[in-house]
């Protein structure tokens, strides 16, 4: 099944976050961004800006690139 873009960026920010152990609220504070704006990505609702992306990856200490990985279910 091809999965749209939205879906896989936030679905791996998503797996991402819990492998950190951090709530949807955490990453926000420290995002300085709404915790329904978080939410809103890890649905694949929003796209994030290209610095929102930057940010996620220096927080979870990833690679920008593994955010567009296609994920397994």
Do not use: C, W
Request: hydrophobic share 45%.
């Amino acid at each position: 099944m091809n999965k749209d873009f939205g879906y896989i960026l936030g679905a791996n920010i998503r797996a991402e976050r819990l492998r950190r152990h951090y709530t949807q609220d955490q990453l926000a504070e420290l995002l300085d961004m709404s915790i329904n704006y978080v939410g809103k990505i890890e649905r694949g609702v929003v796209i994030p800006s290209a610095l929102v992306i930057f940010k996620l990856s220096k927080i979870l200490k990833v690679n920008i690139n593994d955010f567009y990985k296609e994920i397994e279910i």
